[in-house]
């Protein structure tokens, strides 16, 4: 099994909403990832998780909340969200090797009212 | 500062038109070079690493080199089915941990039968 699964595929919200985003991958990988892209650019890192332990948080904002429960899942909750954080929340999972390939998730497409 | 810059932005090719992209990179130490393929809505799918100057790699009509200052992903006799956006990325800093990928920008490649 070399997938990440995420879910759900699409999400609508209001600003005042609280949501999660879920990810799960059966790969044995203990490093896991949530990226944002926007339209037309590239993915941009926001947190690194490894050994299940927050490793790398790339200045997000707040409302923005990461959680990783076990070695296989990995929660983004949101809350108060802007409008200008629409967009697709791609996770990934690799091994802990700095130069290990990543494996990403098809994406959440987040869309924010 | 590491960076990385893809070129062209789009291409346009006719079926079978073979044809390159390219990725120039700066990074104080390479570490690996990634090739991605990106369909829209989707998240990215790995196809190559590259470790060192002279490796090649191939896979179907896709073959990816590497240089010390830039890599290049040929495509030989292009399908519309290898129509997306193909994303070249670079480990971040000579002492960058796992998943600190710095992301070109991405080719739009659209394959017209």
């Known amino acids: 099994d070399t997938e990440v699964t995420q879910t759900p595929k699409h999400l609508v919200m209001g600003m005042t909403n609280k949501k999660s985003l879920k990810c799960e991958q059966h790969m044995g990988h203990r490093a896991m990832y949530w990226y944002k892209q926007k339209a037309k650019k590239p993915p941009e890192l926001m947190f690194v998780?490894?050994?299940?332990?927050?490793?790398i948080n790339e200045s997000v904002p707040s409302r923005f909340s990461p959680e990783c429960p076990n070695s296989s899942l990995l929660n983004l909750h949101l809350h108060a969200l802007q409008p200008e954080d629409s967009a697709l929340y791609l996770c990934?999972?690799?091994?802990?090797?700095?130069?290990?390939?990543?494996?990403f998730g098809s994406g959440t497409q987040l869309s924010v009212l | 500062e590491d960076q990385v810059t893809q070129s062209p932005e789009a291409l346009r090719l006719q079926e079978g038109e073979s044809s390159s992209l390219n990725c120039s990179y700066t990074?104080?130490?390479?570490?690996?070079l990634f090739w991605y393929r990106q369909d829209p809505g989707k998240g990215p799918e790995f196809l190559f690493t590259?470790?060192?100057a002279g490796e090649e790699k191939e896979k179907e009509r896709l073959k990816a080199t590497l240089t010390k200052k830039e890599s290049f992903l040929h495509i030989t006799a292009p399908k519309p089915e290898d129509s997306a956006t193909y994303l070249c990325?670079?480990?971040?800093?000579?002492?960058?941990?796992?998943?600190?990928?710095?992301f070109g920008k991405g080719t739009k490649l659209s394959v017209k039968p």
């Open positions: 590259l470790y060192s």
């Open positions: 998780y490894s050994y299940e332990k927050l490793s």
């Open positions: 990074v104080s130490g390479l570490r690996g």
């Open positions: 990325a670079v480990i971040r800093g000579a002492g960058g941990s796992q998943g600190n990928l710095i």
């Open positions: 990934a999972s690799s091994g802990v090797s700095a130069n290990e390939k990543l494996f």
